[in-house]
């Protein structure tokens, strides 16, 4: 899996990924008035509505950046009819020709891993759910929790991101807790190496990624060190706060191992006023003069590979 | 939500939650053979199976126990047949007059934690997705992860269990390192104990709970006496090897204070040489006969309320 990611970021130029994440209340009205007029305001219109929210902004990235990551939550909230519209995104997306990382973050043991594990990577009975390229994994039950990922990833070419340092403030409540000098998102850090040691590629990174929030550069200097072989998938650009000029340290000496995640700071961009300009029946062009502005900030400032 | 429960738990004298885990392999061919000749084998003819195999537990235990908890892995393996499946399951057992528990383990921060509770938790536009009376959240990203439940939770008279200490062999990895003579999951606890402060009921425990597996009953021990006003989950009985007689300390005084999970052991009785005598399609009598023989082993050998 890895080496296609790599590949298509060297492609690109742009190691970014288009959180798709949308909400009723992000919706342009060019978008939501015709379907909510024609079907009414349900679960079933509403998800309509996101999907072609979502469409608009594939159509208008997807040859711009690798990636895309819808966080399954957002569709979730809308049940049966949400995750129909995820998996036509999932699948829009791959179309496209995108690498898709399904933000899931599941974590269970055993046989309710293994579950997971098909559900988002892999096949049930020989049918594809809700599979995406990668998924998104919390590590607080260990290797019970990741081992059917693994299993999973490698028997149908796919990765994860295994949470370590995340964006959010109350990361540190647990995640910086100190033992013995070294905080908790370090040791998980060293399993996570530890766990990607089977699928190192040509590129030299493994299918078994981190995520590592943008807000802490200090943090994603040391990660980096730590973590030779890891990916690291970056929230928190953008609308948390943090710059291209934060990243540097994130990416290696060639300017790679890294992509940063971003959601409403692209596909709400039209919302802001530096975007205004393109309307709002223009939100998936105002995502693409988002996404140009972060890739040149990510060039000019976190010196990624190009 | 708590006063309710431990209500139920009262009138039953049965502190069960029969975990609703079904899969594939585990199908009584009575229930499979009928459906897949009828409608061959699919992912909505094995969805149809698991509410079949469903109902017949919750019939066969309504009367016994206060709580199912089924485990979204296994029906979201199914892709949306399979959440149906579920959300149909969630409904005959709130129907039956028993407390649902989501085993989803969902954790993820700001509005996208405000997403899965209104899924899991609450409501959507009005609408009712795939909502229980409680869900497990996993804590790694801390309070940012946990406030829009604990929102929910006092809007919609929910409740959360927090992982805090897990059943698994590998739980030891992170959730037992050592902060300062403290360990990890200490760390948690106290954390799951303030959340809940809001919530404390007539009954003097909260709706903020916590995950305690049966496996480790010295830290069942400390964290009930760390926990006084907390609610315990407690997985790992039966299946993973944890009897009545390890479960003593994990009530307080009076017997109350925890729910103890079994999936296999009850719904897969008929399996069981003990209980083979049911035979396959005596699988619900089989279940409830494990159910009785569980509640006898808790109240002889744990001291539970009755």
């Known amino acids: 899996m890895i080496d296609r990611f790599i590949e298509k970021i060297k492609e690109t130029g742009a190691p970014v990924c288009v959180g798709l994440d949308p909400k009723v209340s992000m919706l342009p009205m060019s978008v939501s008035d015709r379907i909510f007029a024609e079907n009414g305001k349900s679960l079933e219109s509403i998800a309509g509505a996101f999907f072609e929210y979502n469409k608009g902004i594939i159509d208008a990235v997807k040859d711009l950046v690798p990636s895309v990551k819808p966080q399954i939550a957002m569709y979730e909230e809308l049940g049966i009819p949400g995750l129909i519209c995820y998996q036509d995104t999932v699948k829009y997306a791959k179309d ?46 260990g290797s019970d929790g990741i081992n059917e990922f693994l299993k999973a990833g490698l028997e149908y070419d796919r990765g994860i991101f295994v949470l370590v340092k995340t964006s959010n403030p109350s990361s540190a409540e647990f995640q910086d807790l100190d033992i013995n000098g070294e905080k908790l998102y370090e040791k998980v850090a060293v399993k996570v190496s530890q766990w990607g040691e089977a699928s190192i590629g040509k590129c030299g990174f493994s299918d078994v990624g981190a995520v590592v929030g943008a807000t802490y550069p200090e943090v994603g200097r040391r990660l980096r060190k730590l973590m030779p072989h890891t990916m690291f998938l970056v929230p928190g650009y953008g609308a948390q706060g943090a710059g291209g000029a934060d990243l540097k340290d994130y990416f290696d000496k060639d300017g790679l191992g890294a992509v940063v995640n971003s959601s409403r700071g692209i596909i709400a961009a039209y919302r802001k006023d530096e975007y205004s300009s393109y309307g709002d029946e223009g939100y998936a062009e105002a995502a693409r003069a988002a996404t140009l502005d972060m890739i040149r900030d990510l060039r000019e400032n976190a010196g990624v590979y190009r």
Do not use: W
Not at 104 to 110: E, N, Q, S
């Open 96 to 141: 496209a020709g995108l690498i898709v990382i399904g933000d899931v973050k599941r974590g269970d043991i055993g046989s309710t891993c293994a579950s997971y594990a098909a559900a988002h990577l892999g096949q049930t009975e020989g049918e594809t759910t809700f599979a995406t390229d990668y998924a998104t994994v919390n590590p607080y039950m």
